[in-house]
């Protein structure tokens, strides 16, 4: 832990599931985090307070990262609370599943502006204005790897993601920056719940030779690894945390 003393980072989508829990283990980590939310700020809140009891430093930031002034603006607050800044999750994400010859343009462009928008934005932010020695994670997503039907849009921003990571990883290695990805399978959260059947969610866990879903601090775990020490010689890297399932 001492490594991590007078250390700061930025959580995106802070405040709920696999953000929320990132969060918090880097709280514990004795980073001092700034909570991103678009709209949820009890929610960011409650992630705050959860940290301050357990002993930690947080303060909770709205920004939209699908909207271009939405990083650099909250990039400004969280150098404002801390004095500096080292590490950088881009966590924030939206999934809406569609076969691809089914899907509208709202939801392409909505997918595109947070899931590759954001992302590009804050590690252009994370190169520009972290400290050297600094940190950048991605979140991306294994169905890059397992290529369902109906995730053809998600994937796709994902797998952009993971192109992104791999070359701002030469760009920033000279500063000392490393850059990496964590790469969930199935996670038991809202993101991923939300219009899949109990059939549906069920054939998915059988599909993970662990025998079930991850947990957000399943997730968390990798990220707090990535942010760490033990992770000095890792750059340019997709650790995909998904149970085996691909």
């Known amino acids: 832990m001492s490594d991590q003393i007078n250390r700061a980072a930025i959580v995106t989508g802070g405040s709920k599931g696999i953000g929320a829990e990132i969060s918090k283990r880097l709280a514990s980590d004795g980073i001092a985090v700034a909570v991103n939310y678009a709209r949820g700020k009890d929610d960011a809140e409650a992630v705050v307070r959860a940290i301050e009891a357990a002993g930690g430093r947080a303060v909770a930031i709205q920004a939209d990262v699908g909207d271009p002034a939405g990083m650099p603006a909250l990039f400004d607050a969280a150098e404002k609370a801390f004095g500096g800044l080292d590490i950088l999750v881009n966590n924030a994400g939206v999934m809406k599943l569609a076969p691809i010859s089914e899907a509208d343009d709202a939801s392409f462009d909505s997918q595109v502006a947070i899931n590759i928008g954001g992302v590009f934005r804050g590690m252009r932010e994370g190169g520009r204005r972290l400290r050297e020695g600094g940190r950048i994670i991605n979140v991306s997503t294994s169905v890059v790897g397992l290529s369902l039907p109906a995730y053809g849009i998600y994937a796709a921003t994902k797998a952009a993601v993971e192109t992104l990571t ?76 998904n149970g085996g399932v691909v």
């Open 166 to 241: 791999r070359i701002q990883a030469k760009e920033l290695g000279p500063r000392g920056i490393r850059v990496n990805a964590a790469a969930p399978g199935p996670v038991e959260t809202e993101l991923f719940l939300t219009g899949k059947s109990e059939a549906l969610v069920e054939s998915m866990r059988k599909m993970i030779p662990l025998g079930r879903l991850g947990q957000p601090q399943d997730i968390a775990g990798v990220v707090s690894f990535l942010a760490g020490p033990d992770s000095a010689w890792v750059n340019g890297q997709v650790i995909r945390a």
